[in-house]
């Protein structure tokens, strides 16, 4: 194996190494404007900039560094082809909201291809055709089913026996006129026509809560307070629950991507497959050379394997189909899926209409990211918007809802108790540098992570969320909890919501 063709030691998204953002400071004293928007990603900031358009005094706080969070992390095809997913809302929806869902993903699209036109925003920026291919027999029934959802929908597709990537293909779906882009670059420019119009940007400050008094306040972990008419949760994850019960009704899956040279040209178009596990492919560009971008394994978060074992199997896969020349990047990110696969965006209960959250893309933020940011702020501007009922987070629909609802809270409960009853042995005099183990320290569950230089960092394992235990991410280094997605570093800081405290530290001296 050649020094070019090995796997990254840390894992880093390609996106932001070409681009450089601005810098925020923190907040430092309580404020106040129209809304106040947390969360500096895809959603967070577009609806920034669609308010700031209308003159409305907005200020957009993150936790971390904008465009750090999963939109920093994404794979950024514009598509609404999301996987096999229009015959299942038509069974379960009716046609006219699987209608009104593909409608939405189609303005998305529109809106995001006006801004790049409007701001002349270079941002690679390409129509691209989509495909579900699938090479085993199982699946061409279903891609044949969803052709017919496709053919009521009225949507542009075709379906074939052959893909122009170089793997064994029974049968795929095309959805015609798609598109991809760097997400970073365009958001970027975004940024920028925010500041010009006056959106103030804080960076290194999480919110934690909201309270009320006549209008809702956003409050900081400092105990700053940004008081407006209206809050937007673009978090990602809602870090105020308001009793909307979350945790309880969407999940998180983690997926990995890994980015390669290959000698071969990229043939254009944007992949995915229909069977398990997953393999998402896109082309992208570097100093004018071909990058494949590969994507899949998915899995929940905090369960399964060792997680350099999904980079291993990725890496097995591209070098099999395309031929790796240079491994170039390597990274994993993890987004929410609801009961019934349709985000919720809209007032986080029924009761409190000026607090709002965005949340549930399902992997596909881009289109649905960006139709909350619209969604959202046409409410808030008093604007028509036709996806109320679609999208509100207030709907609860049986079937499969239901089923789904109690398999997901098993599954918590499983892990809850699970981590609880764990047999650990004391392993910290084995571990080796760059490697972690759990043991029980004072009868407590203990994770200790023995870094580069040999200093060991002990923590409680368990998750500020709601109690259950993190378990070791060597892909990343960082605790990741099976319950409901947090993830914290090795030093045990908050990564990803929606825990807001940090993993208490453990005396082993
Ligand atoms: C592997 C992978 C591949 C994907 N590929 C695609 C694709 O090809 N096409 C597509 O459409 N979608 C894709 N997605 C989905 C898409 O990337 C996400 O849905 C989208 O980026 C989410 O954007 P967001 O703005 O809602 O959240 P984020 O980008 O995660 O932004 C949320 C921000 O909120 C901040 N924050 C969180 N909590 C707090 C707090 N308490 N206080 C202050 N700030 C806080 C975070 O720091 C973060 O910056 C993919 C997702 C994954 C995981």
Known sequence: MSENSRMPQFPEPFWRDYVSLPSFPKLEDSISVDVGIVGGGITGITAAYLLAKENVKVAVLDAGVILNGTTGHTTAKITAQHGLIYDELMQHFGIEKTSLYYDACKEAKQLIEHLVEKHDIDCEYKKEDAYIFTDAKAYISQLETEKKAYEKLKIDSELVDDIPLDVSTKSALIMKNQAQFH???????????????GVQFYEQTTAVDVEYNKHPSIITRDGKRVTCRYVIQASH?????????????????????????????????????????????????????????????????????????????????????????????????QDLTTLDKVPYIGPVTKAQQSVFVATGFRKWGMTNGTIAAKHITDMILDNDTPYQDLYSPARFQADPAIKKFT???????????????????????????????????????????????????????????????????????????????????????????????????????
Not at 278 to 286: D, M, P
Not at 319 to 329: L, S, W
């Open 183 to 197: 997400p970073l670059k365009y958001l970027k420019v975004l940024v920028e026509q925010c500041v010009e119009n």
């Open 237 to 333: 994850y809602p870090f105020y629950d308001g009793q909307g019960f979350y945790p309880t009704r969407m999940y998180p899956e983690r997926s990995y991507i890994i980015a390669v040279k290959s000698d071969k040209k990229f043939p254009g178009g944007m992949y995915i497959n229909a069977e398990k596990p997953t393999r998402s492919v896109r082309g992208a560009r570097i100093k004018g050379e071909d990058l494949w971008l590969i994507v899949g394994e998915n899995h929940k978060t905090g369960q399964g394997k060792s997680t350099m074992k999904h980079y291993e199997a990725l890496q097995k896969y591209a070098d099999q189909h395309f031929g790796i020349n240079e491994f170039a990047y390597r990274w994993s990110a």
């Open 407 to 509: 398999t997901t809270n098993a599954d918590v409960a499983k892990h809850l108790i699970k981590g609880k009853l764990e047999y650990t042995e004391n392993n910290i005099d084995k571990l080796t540098p760059d490697d972690a183990t759990v043991t029980r320290i004072n009868g407590k569950r203990t994770g200790v992570y023995k870094d580069k230089d040999n200093n060991l960092h002990a923590l409680d394992t368990t998750c500020q969320h709601l109690g259950c235990e993190v378990h070791w991410n060597s892909g990343d280094r960082t605790w990741d909890c099976p319950c409901h997605g947090s993830r914290y570093s090795y030093t045990g800081e908050v990564i990803e919501g929606p825990a807001k405290r940090p993993l208490n530290k453990v005396d082993i001296e």
